[in-house]
């Protein structure tokens, strides 16, 4: 049980593009789902944490104007990395925590975006 | 506010040798400790946690953690490691009111035949 899908699993765009990013909690529903970004050898840094139903809230630093998330429904948030450039390229991860006791965070397979 | 210390990037170690994997975390509030491994191009997987109760606590796949309040330590351990075991492994905390995860920055288990 509690799983979550993420997809595409690797995308590769244009510069100048957006690209969308579908995160799905496939069996339970999560009233809280997270985006997290990871270069290459490093950890994962959060980037905003999304409610359903309600705006998400951005770590310092991110540009909400530029990674644009909605959570409509309890088992489904999305980002999406508008006019990407090549310095957007990272791997993107996302997680969902189960409604009622966000002790523990479920994880995406993550996908990966290049911006060419 | 938390913070999350893994002093070891990568540990080398033999095949069915032990190994520990070091974490340390600061914390003014009570925490909740998790360990997560990455495979290659995958996401995270959830080792083991540590909520309260008993401080030393098992997961998956053999391995184990015990919770130090007085060091501020969540070490990993496993007896007997395998190739299949290697993989990066991520350190996080989450403490007070907040759901937020803070992970520290890896470390690289190497395992050799």
């Known amino acids: 049980g509690a799983v979550v899908s993420q997809h595409p699993s690797w995308v590769i765009c244009k510069s100048g593009t957006s690209v969308k990013i579908e995160c799905r909690s496939l069996?339970?529903?999560?009233?809280?789902m997270f985006w997290y970004r990871q270069f290459p050898k490093q950890s994962l840094m959060l980037m905003a944490t999304?409610?359903?139903?309600?705006?998400?809230?951005?770590e310092q630093g991110v540009e909400k104007d530029k990674f644009l998330i909605n959570h409509a429904s309890l088992t489904l948030s999305t980002l999406t990395v508008t006019s990407a450039h090549p310095e957007d390229s990272s791997f993107y991860i996302c997680?969902?925590?189960?409604?009622?006791?966000?002790?523990?965070?479920?994880f995406g397979p993550g996908t990966r975006l290049t911006v060419t | 506010a938390q913070s999350v210390t893994q002093l070891d990037s990568q540990v080398p170690v033999f095949e069915e040798a032990p190994v520990e994997l070091r974490c340390n975390y600061s914390?003014?509030?009570?925490?909740?400790l998790f360990w997560y491994v990455q495979y290659p191009n995958q996401g995270l997987q959830l080792l083991l946690k540590?909520?309260?109760?008993?401080?030393l606590v098992k997961g998956i796949n053999g391995f184990e953690a015990e919770f130090n309040k007085s060091q501020t330590s969540f070490h990993l351990r496993k007896p007997s490691v395998h190739i299949s075991d290697t993989a990066e492994y991520f350190c996080?905390?989450?403490?007070?009111?907040?759901?937020?995860?803070?992970f520290g920055t890896g470390t690289l288990l190497a395992v050799q035949p």
């Open positions: 914390s003014s509030v009570s925490v909740y």
């Open positions: 996080a905390v989450r403490g007070g009111a907040t759901n937020k995860l803070i």
């Open positions: 997680s969902a925590a189960l409604a009622g006791g966000p002790y523990e965070q479920y």
């Open positions: 069996d339970f529903q999560a009233t809280t």
């Open positions: 540590y909520l309260s109760g008993s401080t």
């Open positions: 999304s409610n359903e139903g309600s705006k998400a809230t951005y």
